[in-house]
Every structure is written in structure tokens, then in C-alpha cells.
């Protein structure tokens, strides 16, 4: 079996910045694409931002300009830079990884933006 480990939450003010990385261990191989989602209380789970293998990404318009996605692939590890952060960006961050195939999901981690 694979997991994702996910770290880097937290509370921080606003206009501050955190980073969140999340690993791949175990039985999971040949990642096509490792992104992030977020949940917030009442809201339905959202992708935040993604990259693929070969390092094209996505993000969702709200969080454009203020995160970067980045992928280590030798270490099966991504990471979610978050600058100049909001209110609304307070949510519970779920790392993925695609395989093409399984398609795997992190226990989250929670973010809290508030002063």
C-alpha cells in the first residue's frame, strides 16, 4: 500500500505565507500528476493547484499569483508555496497523487488564516 504524507499547516496572519509538502511512500510509483485540493466547513473539496511530471500546472484563479506548486519527482514529493494569504483561504489542504490508475489522497492538514 502507498501513502501520501502531508505536512506544513498551521495558523498564520493575514498576509502571511506557509508551505505544505506532501511525500509519497510505499507502493507508489509512476505519478503522473500530485496536486492540492481544499475543503473549507460547508464548501465542497476544490483543486487548488496541480503539476504533472513533466511540470505543467493549474491553478484555480483564486490562489493565481499567490502559490507556486513545485515537484520534486525523484522524491515523490510536492510542495505549495502560499504567499500573501486570506481569510479565505482558511481550509483543510488534501494532497493527491495520480497514477493513472489509484489514485491516492493525503489525511489533510489544516491552514488557518486569521489575525
Known amino acids: 500500500q502507498g501513502q501520501l504524507v502531508e505536512s506544513g499547516g498551521g495558523l498564520v496572519q493575514p498576509g502571511g505565507s506557509l508551505r505544505l509538502s506532501c511525500a509519497a511512500s510505499?507502493?507508489?510509483?509512476?505519478?503522473?500528476?500530485m496536486g492540492w485540493y481544499r475543503q473549507a466547513p460547508g464548501k465542497q473539496r476544490e483543486l487548488v493547484a496541480s503539476i504533472t511530471r513533466a511540470g505543467s500546472t493549474y491553478y484555480a484563479d483564486s490562489v493565481k499569483g499567490r502559490f507556486t506548486i513545485s515537484r520534486d519527482n525523484a522524491k515523490n514529493t510536492v510542495y505549495l508555496r502560499m504567499n500573501s494569504l486570506k481569510p479565505e483561504d482558511t481550509a483543510v489542504y488534501y494532497c493527491?497523487?495520480?497514477?493513472?490508475?489509484?489514485?491516492?489522497w493525503g489525511q489533510g492538514t489544516q491552514v488557518t488564516v486569521s489575525s
Open positions: 510505499g507502493r507508489i510509483s509512476s505519478i503522473y500528476s
Open positions: 493527491n497523487a495520480d497514477t493513472l490508475g489509484p489514485v491516492y
